[in-house]
């Protein structure tokens, strides 16, 4: 039977995981059960050790029980949790604080972006990058389900936004599939503030202030219509997190 972390607790064989994989989940009972048997099986397709950490950000569905079941049954499966709902960021900083792997992804519960695609990232990652990230805004990124036009010309407006304000040079700071060394992890995501969901671009920010270096890797993605982010209201909270993150900066927070 499989030893279930709970919270913050971290895995016990940490010096052999070669690959850690951190997924945030907040009320995804429909989908988190499918999620974590496609990437099993890719993983089981794998030689090197893995871990699996599925970070429960304070769902009120069965999010919890699906989670419990997994890793009762796999002992690559762990489940870290929140008593409330924190926010997509602050879930990912949990988990991957606590993992182990050398290289360690972050991916969105809905797998927009097969799994499988993680090599190309690790690729990048033995060659001498700091950090590796799916990007759907590359001539040869293969967008095989588009948005619908309204949130993919949102989405252009905001990475505009994004090269005026913070990160230049990346043409999509968005993708919920990025991959870090296993070094550059504590300097990273202890001097993360951002909870909601510009944290990607903050977590890029301080990555190329203390000259880490980052690859954007054309990705295979697909749009999920059931997304969760509402693209008035949160659009305006992403705009008002730029200028937060330009005021941290000033202030030497990413020191």
């Not at 969105?108 to 190309?120: F, Q, R």
Request: with cysteine; aromatic share 10%; hydrophobic share 40%.
């Amino acid at each position: 039977m499989a030893s279930n972390m709970v919270a913050d607790k971290k895995p016990d064989s940490e010096a052999s995981i070669y690959l850690s994989i951190v997924i945030p989940a907040y009320n995804e009972e429909r989908r988190i059960g499918k999620t974590l048997d496609k990437i099993i099986s890719y993983l089981d397709s794998r030689s090197y050790p893995s871990e699996i950490i599925v970070v429960n950000d304070g769902s009120s569905d069965r999010t919890s029980q699906f989670i419990k079941e997994f890793s009762d049954k796999y002992e690559q499966v762990h489940m870290a949790a929140s008593k409330v709902n924190c926010g997509k960021g602050f879930s990912i900083r949990k988990g991957m604080l606590i993992s182990k792997g050398r290289y360690v992804l972050f991916s969105d519960a809905d797998l927009s972006t097969p799994i499988e695609e993680v090599e190309k990232l690790m690729e990048w990652l033995r060659r001498g990058y700091d950090i590796a990230i799916g990007s759907r805004g590359l001539k040869e990124s293969d967008i095989q389900i588009h948005q619908s036009w309204y949130r993919e010309r949102m989405g252009k407006i905001f990475n505009l936004l994004v090269q005026l304000i913070a990160v230049k040079g990346i043409k999509d700071t968005q993708c919920g599939f990025k991959c870090f060394k296993r070094e550059v992890i504590q300097e990273i995501f202890r001097r993360q503030t951002i909870s909601q969901f510009s944290f990607d671009v903050e977590l890029l920010w301080i990555a190329l202030k203390h000259g880490y270096r980052i690859k954007e890797v054309p990705v295979q993605w697909m749009n999920n219509p059931s997304s969760k982010v509402n693209p008035v209201l949160d659009s305006t909270y992403m705009f008002l997190d730029l200028i937060k993150i330009r005021i941290n900066d000033l202030r030497g927070l990413y020191h």
